[in-house]
């Protein structure tokens, strides 16, 4: 087992941002909700408290018993982390006079502090805070002030306890990573050897130790999580391995013959099937966005059942498929369990849960501990096809969530048209690989045209292109005029059932990535 950080999350929305940030120094961490503390092992080299929306102030401000963890650990907190353990420590947290949120330069740094070497004076730093630490225990040392913030860092003397009230994770603090290496490397005293080579080493160890000579079935999308679970399941137990890619007809243009290609040329044992009839039948009159998916997630399964059950016929008498594999990755773990209760649902997701009683199999996810961009470095390093490997991440559910209203294979056909069309435009002009995720989104509207002399009463779809790291938060793409003049133009003279064609520029949040 790799030697880790624990982050114990107080609700913050920057706190996958540290786990991110600790990751980048080749240290593994995993984040737990502060009510459901992991075991802590001799793994465990160091804990972070996180930011929180909370006030130490307000009655049902997260609890905790740090002093368990201040005994055993070296302990960071950051912001409502840092003013709990002074709180908690006899020190005292007000509102702040001024609300101080965004940049700040610090004014005085204690740079022989084991936290805050190499971080200079007037670094600038990210506050996001309503209360402040306005006095502190004795045994508390201030290492760090801004103009406004005295107590800006702090050292608890005698023992590895600190405290800041700034967000180092946040690219904003322009040492921010400094400190955390100091913290995490320094004081905690990790290795750094946390890489995309000893996770795959490690994690086809303790595949073939977990899995031994039993059979896998896996569900293969074409996308990266999959194909990388299903590469490193494949290096741990062979032809033991059995990939099932099913076409719900809501795939991208040519993707399914696409997608089959490339799997058997990597050596995969897959069986491809063929079910859109079945998909369209049921979607069919529905326009509900979460009704679809709960269709799309029941309709899947029963495919994927009666495939297992085929599977099952082929292997020799008594011997048993006894595993599901899943290209589960961090964020969808992270997002399904809630730092107070269930968290509000968004949209339900694929991946997570949903499994019927009646597939009585185990699951296996080999990718539960990564994020998306560390799932694309270990696929590097089993060289996975980079075609592959730099895909847009693109729903489970497919071109459903992007057909706003009920699904029909003409909106199918028009909406896959003007995709294709969309994505050979942004290869060619090498715009791509800068977009983390595009799509096109058919509109359940129609808009009134001209072409030639006759007036057309037609489709309107709109072109979405984030910019993001995982999926999290992010931005639109400021892509060229030209270049979705080009875009709008071709899909219009193109694709029958389009006149008229328009550009997302909405941001998560408030918007999400997709519409539905």
């Not at 502090?113 to 040392?141: C, E, R, Y």
Request: with cysteine; hydrophobic share 40%.
């Amino acid at each position: 087992m790799p030697e880790k950080i624990i982050i114990l999350d107080f609700g913050s929305q920057y706190t996958q941002l540290i786990a991110r940030r600790v990751r980048e120094l080749s240290v593994y961490c995993e984040i737990h909700p502060f009510n459901h503390l992991p075991e802590f092992d001799e793994t465990v080299k160091g804990v972070i408290f996180s930011g929180s929306p909370y006030s130490v102030r307000q009655e049902d401000a997260p609890q905790i018993d740090f002093k368990s963890i201040q005994d055993r650990f070296p302990l960071l907190g950051v912001c409502y982390g840092a003013q709990y353990i002074a709180q908690q420590s006899g020190g005292e947290v007000l509102p702040s006079e001024i609300r101080e949120y965004g940049r700040a330069n610090l004014q005085f740094v204690d740079d022989a502090n084991p936290l805050l070497v190499g971080v200079p004076t007037q670094s600038q730093v990210w506050m996001s805070h309503g209360d402040t630490i306005k006095d502190v225990p004795a045994n508390f040392k201030i290492i760090a002030s801004t103009d406004k913030v005295r107590v800006a860092a702090y050292q608890v003397e005698g023992t590895q306890t600190f405290g800041i009230q700034f967000h180092p994770e946040v690219t904003h603090s322009t040492d921010g990573q400094v400190l955390l290496k100091n913290f995490v490397v320094d004081i905690c005293g990790c290795e750094q050897d946390w890489t995309a080579d000893a996770f795959v080493e490690t994690t086809v160890a303790d595949l073939k130790k977990q899995l031994g000579n039993d059979h896998v079935i896996l569900a293969l999308s074409g996308g990266v999580d999959s194909t990388v679970a299903g590469v490193l399941l494949h290096q741990a137990i062979g032809k033991n391995l059995h990939c099932i890619f099913v076409d719900h007809g809501l795939l991208r243009k040519d993707e399914y013959e696409q997608v089959l290609d490339s799997y058997k040329n990597m050596g995969l044992n897959i069986k491809g099937i063929n079910a859109k009839d079945l998909f369209y039948g049921r979607l069919a009159g529905i326009s509900e966005p979460e009704q679809k998916r709960k269709i799309i997630g029941a309709s899947f399964i029963d495919v994927f059942d009666e495939a297992a059950k085929e599977i099952q016929k082929e292997l020799p008498e008594g011997v048993e498929a006894k595993w599901l594999g899943q290209g589960t990755i961090y964020p969808d773990i992270i997002e399904s369990i809630s730092v107070k209760g269930p968290s509000a649902t968004i949209k339900s997701h694929h991946n997570v849960g949903g499994l019927p009683d009646f597939m009585k199999l185990k699951v296996v996810e080999p990718l539960k501990t990564l994020f998306k961009d560390e799932v694309r470095k270990v696929g590097k390093t089993l060289n996975v096809d980079p075609a592959i490997l730099g895909r847009h991440p693109f729903p489970g559910p497919g071109l459903a969530i992007r057909i706003l209203g009920d699904i029909t294979p003409d909106r199918v056909r028009i909406l896959q048209e003007a995709d294709d069309i969309y994505i050979r435009n942004l290869k060619e002009s090498g715009w791509y690989d800068k977009v983390w995720q595009a799509g096109t989104i058919f509109l359940p509207v129609k808009s009134v045209g001209v072409m030639g002399d006759e007036r057309t009463y037609e489709h309107v779809v709109s072109l979405r292109a984030v910019g993001s790291l995982d999926g999290m938060t992010a931005d639109w793409i400021h892509l060229p005029y030209d270049l979705l003049a080009k875009i709008s133009n071709e899909i219009i003279n193109h694709v029958k059932g389009i006149n008229r064609v328009v550009y997302d520029i909405s941001s998560k949040p408030p918007a999400t990535i997709e519409w539905e």
